[in-house]
């Protein structure tokens, strides 16, 4: 097979991937998302920081919420840290919510409340990496730019380079996936890649019958139970710890009852340590405190003089 991409642009089956898969797109894609119905970079930001880690299904009516506690990035930066964990109850990873806030103090106090365009000052923004910078760009601006994760990776591995394990590169697979936007229609190209990832080129039980794009991918149609067979093969199975017992539910624990309080209130250690005795399987005062102090070092709470609350 010949490469995906040259100097000079797509080769033949690249621009027939792009032209077949946006003509499934237009009548299979996922328009009802709330972040794609009315679209904004605002609103690009806030859904890519929610979906981080999170599958869109949980992440819809929390998404509603959110926006209209918070409708603009002004608003969000506005709001005590408090206030915006409070919000995102029910999301978990805490820190995001944080991360969130500061991205939007940022984007006021240097930017004039407006999410900027360019990848140099999305990057340079706390908390903004390499892909939710291309994100905004793409799906905020609708610009060419290409966000590539992991889903939109083992697509195009799977389409241009056959059969996983790839032998495709990252350099590559970035090369591909910028040489595919085109130059009008970032947003719907994207997309695109999203939904196929998302409803048929899935990790573990590709739907390589129905997807519209079999007749030229590489790989279709892909042996599921080989694929099976790869993923325990890179990834040997481990004895799993309880989530009970993990100390990311601790931490959810700890933030979910201090949701609680009132605004402002504060709640002594050996209080909290009552309160969530049965809930973190009786573990003792000291291990609570290490808990709260790692989360007070990570500004999700603030501790002083034996008492705890959100900030």
């Not at 049965?278 to 709470?301: K, M, P, T, W, Y």
Request: glycine share 6%; net charge positive.
């Amino acid at each position: 097979m010949g490469r995906p991409a040259t100097p000079s642009g797509l080769t033949k089956q690249g621009l027939l991937f792009r032209r077949v898969l946006l003509r499934w797109h237009g009548k299979h894609g996922r328009a009802d998302l709330p972040w794609r119905r009315r679209r904004s970079p605002y609103r690009t930001l806030v859904s890519e920081f929610m979906l981080q880690q999170t599958q869109v299904d949980r992440v819809v009516t929390k998404f509603t919420a959110f926006i209209e506690r918070f409708p603009t990035v002004r608003a969000l930066a506005a709001a005590s840290p408090g206030e915006v964990l409070r919000a995102w109850r029910g999301l978990g990873y805490n820190a995001r919510a944080i991360r969130l806030h500061k991205v939007a103090e940022a984007v006021v106090a240097e930017h004039g409340a407006r999410v900027p365009q360019a990848t140099s000052a999305l990057r340079a923004l706390p908390g903004i990496g390499a892909y939710t910078a291309a994100a905004i760009r793409a799906f905020g601006y609708d610009l060419e730019d290409a966000p590539l994760d992991v889903n939109l990776k083992r697509v195009l591995r799977r389409v241009f380079w056959g059969a996983e394990p790839s032998t495709a590169t990252s350099a590559e697979l970035s090369a591909l996936a910028l040489a595919l936007v085109p130059r009008a229609g970032s947003y719907d190209w994207n997309s695109a890649l999203m939904d196929l990832g998302a409803a048929i080129c899935t990790a573990r039980a590709p739907k390589c019958a129905s997807c519209p794009v079999r007749t030229i991918c590489s790989a279709a149609p892909l042996d599921v139970a080989a694929l099976e067979r790869t993923r325990r093969a890179r990834s040997p199975r481990r004895k799993a710890v309880p989530f009970a017992l993990t100390s990311r539910y601790a931490r959810g624990r700890i933030v979910d009852r201090l949701r609680d309080l009132p605004p402002g209130a504060r709640i002594s250690l050996l209080d909290l340590h009552r309160d969530l005795r049965d809930a973190l399987a009786n573990r003792r005062i000291a291990e609570l405190r290490e808990l709260v102090s790692a989360l007070h070092a990570e500004g999700l709470v603030v501790l002083q003089d034996g008492s705890v609350c959100l900030p």
